[in-house]
């Protein structure tokens, strides 16, 4: 993949994230109010608004981590390195940054961190 595509595609999927978290992040807040407002009257299920507010704040966590891999793959862009194993700086094979432009390692080293 050229380095204009790929930023295209990481800037693309940069945009689409940060959409997503300030959706979980409202969905949170909403959440948060609707614990404190059903913690005053009358509850049929006091869970249930906790159990959404810890969803909600797993998956804007995941969110943010995302935004971190993007903005690191489009910093190697910019340093010339985007492409290249972050750990071995071995070349990244075509079709694994196809699958995931911000990929960091090869999948065998991928596989080895897990």
């Known amino acids: 993949m050229n380095h204009d595509e790929a930023r295209a595609r990481l800037l693309a999927e940069r945009t ?11 969905g949170a807040q909403q959440d948060r109010e609707t ?13 249930q608004p ?26 190697r862009l910019d340093d010339g390195t985007y492409g290249l194993s972050v750990r071995s700086g071995v070349p990244i094979p075509e079709d694994r940054l196809e699958a995931d432009p911000a990929a960091e390692l ?7 961190a897990t």
Do not use: C, F, N, Y
């Open 16 to 26: 689409e994230v940060t959409e997503l978290l300030a959706d979980a992040e409202s």
């Open 50 to 75: 906790l159990t959404a507010e810890g969803m909600d704040d797993a998956i804007a966590d995941s969110l943010r981590d995302r935004l971190v891999v993007l903005d690191r793959a489009l910093k």
């Open 106 to 112: 090869t999948v065998e080293e991928a596989r080895a």
């Open 35 to 47: 614990e404190d407002e059903e913690a005053a009257g009358d509850v049929s299920d006091a869970a």
